[in-house]
């Protein structure tokens, strides 16, 4: 037995697959959480059920990639019972997919979730039932009794088929329709594909082969809406309230406030994730590790084989002194995803899709990219999939294409130990700009995109504001979990991995001697050696940081834990921010010009090789390729414009480069104005055309 679950985005459909399955998948108030189905079997008083997710939509339209994947898959799967979730304080709405469905005359289950303790209004959802031919049930998605209850509904429905009822289908007249639908179309699916090609289905009208237009989408769609008006009229109470507006709205979606408010917020989660809390409870965590794992374990080792054998030196530098120091940085990469999810569970974050749907608009993205980019904070690869979701091919591509610009979570412990050790209480700033950075050269690299190779179409972009919800402990620490938990593997599996093969190649010559006895030099450093010149116009021309950045390919992380491992440190991350300011190592800064040019390029030069393997499944290796090419080259402009910027400023002062800089941009725009002027006096001053033939005074 197969149940598909449907319906629109944020009424709970994915709570409800995690309650009937007992599965974790991600929930969130945004359109297109769930990009494709998503499967698992039960069983359930000795029947086995296969529960299916689909993506949300609002309609069976086939505009967006969601929708053309819930339709195709409800189209192959006409035999399925379907659960059709609806939110109780939003019916209206989302009845409107519910009678999409049962055009297409599938095996309904209507399912209306009590997401909000408070209802607006009364329904009577029996006398609904009655109406629309099929079974109406009430439940709360996250309860597990009433799961439950779901579950026998189920199990009592498998042996029936719907009844529905529609009398508004006597008003569009599909009998003229039908002769177009071809004959081996099941009986069941006639009206669903009729209505099809009343709305001009462009899908549609392609597989049977028609160019007429039928243009009537506006009469179907008032057809619909009509009769969902007549349902909720008879069947509920009249409700004076708006679902989701809020009074704080005014406040935070404020065209002048908006921005900056959430720049204050983005402050807020900085200054508790990477100084007062996070810090601490970082250093509280590498002074464990050190009294309790790192010195017994290493004293043990001393005296079995000696501190100067390289089994001692493996675990001291690549175990301990690597992937150690990235450890430390588990308390603030649990900080920063639990804010994110505080901030995305109480409705906050899609309000700031709609702050930043107008700018990106400008730029050939809709307010999809959002969500998208800013899954990208946490994780590029996992970001670049829901890009999906763009019904424009060029807008996906480009979507894709600027998620690495999003500075990932593996980045910010390069931002706390690199700029912390160079810029103390300030260095909250510094990562804020960073951020900032990331996001002002992927909607201007977007502009760019944009106006040359990859021009959009206009998108649509439906947004459906959640009312503002009190904080769901469970759903927040349940994300916690995952989050530290991925954090977990990752450092156990793929950092430990690296930092060996890093302690390999920096502790072995080419003839394969241990070079710490021989004093040879190492491959890592012959091969940093190597490429270093052509980083020393960026300020870092030593072999150890450019090595470190060969190694960041894999994951970012592992260019802290190598520089760990370089410089020979074993602790946290005090340590590591002591040890750049020593000549003598590896990796050292001559200054904080250096260190900023550094990091502007550990932002933008490269994306992990996850990223790039997805980015080469869902855009194509051509667009992978360029954009890759093109990333190296933005990194390593701006990385050397910042340094030579940043020297400026410390020889001359910041004042005298900002006077310069406002002088040089007052010259520029006064060229760009006298050229437009010229341009305008050879245009008519009617239709703004060059003129082919002109005489003298026109």
Not at 69 to 96: F, G, K, M, P
Not at 217 to 236: F, M, N, P, S
Not at 570 to 587: C, F, T
Request: hydrophobic share 45%.
């Amino acid at each position: 037995m197969r149940v598909s679950l449907i319906g629109n985005p944020n009424t709970g459909k994915t709570t409800l697959f995690n309650s009937l399955t007992l599965s974790n998948e991600h929930v969130g108030n945004w359109h297109g959480v769930t990009v494709e189905e998503k499967a698992k079997k039960i069983v359930w008083k000795g029947q086995e059920i296969e529960v299916v997710d689909l993506p949300g939509i609002y309609s069976l339209s086939r505009l967006s990639f969601e929708e053309k994947v819930a339709t195709d898959y409800l189209l192959s799967h006409q035999n399925d019972v379907v659960v059709n979730i609806c939110d109780y304080n939003n019916l209206e709405r989302n009845l409107y997919l519910t009678l999409g469905l049962l055009e297409l005359n599938l095996n309904v289950i209507v399912v209306v979730n009590q997401i909000e303790k408070k209802k607006l209004r009364k329904i009577n959802l029996q006398k609904l039932g009655a109406r629309l031919g099929v079974p109406v049930v009430a439940i709360d998605a996250s309860n597990k009794e009433s799961v439950k209850k779901l579950k026998d509904e189920i199990l009592a429905f498998k042996d029936k088929s719907s009844k529905a009822s529609l009398p508004y289908l006597k008003d569009l007249k599909l009998e003229k329709v039908f002769a177009f639908v071809p004959k081996h179309i099941a009986k069941g699916a006639r009206v669903f594909y009729a209505i099809k090609l009343l709305e001009d289905d462009e899908d549609i009208k392609q597989r049977f082969g028609l160019t007429q237009d039928f243009d009537q989408a506006e009469e179907v769609a008032k057809c619909r809406y009509d009769y969902i008006d007549r349902l909720i009229l008879e069947c509920a109470d009249k409700s004076s309230k708006i679902y989701g507006e809020s009074k704080l709205d005014k406040i935070l979606l404020n065209k002048f406030l908006a921005f900056p408010i959430f720049l204050l917020i983005l402050a807020l989660v900085f200054y508790l994730t990477f100084f007062s809390v996070g810090k601490f409870l970082s250093d509280l965590l590498a002074l464990a590790l050190d009294r309790f794992v790192s010195t017994p374990i290493l004293s043990w080792l001393e005296g079995a084989v000696g501190s100067s054998s390289w089994v001692y030196s493996l675990f001291e530098n690549a175990i301990f002194g690597g992937v150690g120091t990235v450890l430390t940085f588990l308390p603030q990469v649990a900080l920063l995803f639990l804010f994110l999810s505080i901030l995305e569970d109480s409705g906050y974050l899609s309000r700031v899709a709609f702050v930043f749907e107008d700018i990106l608009s400008k730029v050939g993205l809709s307010g999809k990219s959002v969500y998208t980019l800013l899954m990208g904070f946490g994780c590029s690869t996992s970001a670049i999939l829901t890009a999906r979701n763009m019904e424009d091919q060029n807008a996906k591509i480009k979507t894709a294409l600027l998620t690495p610009y999003m500075s990932c979570s593996a980045k910010f412990p390069i931002y706390v130990c690199l700029g912390g050790a160079f810029f103390g209480a300030s260095n909250i700033f510094v990562i804020m700009g960073l951020y900032l950075l990331g996001v002002v050269v992927a909607v201007s690299m977007s502009l760019i995109y944009e106006k040359t190779i990859l021009k959009s179409k206009e998108q649509s972009f439906i947004l459906e504001f959640p009312p503002y919800r009190p904080i769901r402990a469970k759903q927040v620490f349940k994300v916690l979990f995952d989050n530290t938990k991925e954090f977990l593997v990752r450092v156990g599996t793929l950092i430990i991995t690296m930092n060996v093969i890093v302690w390999l190649l920096s502790s072995f010559s080419f003839t394969f001697e241990f070079v710490e006895t021989s004093g040879g030099v190492s491959m890592l450093e012959g091969l940093g050696k190597i490429f270093s010149p052509i980083f020393a116009p960026l300020g870092f021309g030593s072999w150890g940081l450019v090595s470190a950045l060969i190694a960041g390919l894999i994951a970012k992380e592992v260019i802290v834990s190598s520089i760990a491992l370089f410089n020979g440190v074993d602790g946290g991350q005090s340590e590591i921010a002591s040890s750049l300011h020593n000549p003598s190592n590896p990796v050292y800064f001559a200054s904080g010009a250096s260190v900023l040019s550094y990091l502007v390029f550990c932002l933008l030069y490269f994306p992990c090789l996850a990223s790039v393997g997805v980015l080469s499944k869902e855009i194509g290796k051509k667009w992978t390729f360029i954009g890759v090419i093109i990333e190296l080259l933005v990194a390593y402009f701006l990385a050397m414009m910042v340094y030579n910027l940043s020297l400026l400023i410390e020889i001359f002062g910041w004042w005298k480069v900002a006077i310069s800089a406002i002088g040089m941009l007052i010259i520029l725009l006064s060229i760009c104005f006298v050229i437009r002027s010229v341009k305008r006096k050879k245009k008519c001053r009617g239709c703004q055309k060059p003129c082919t033939k002109r005489k003298k005074g026109e």
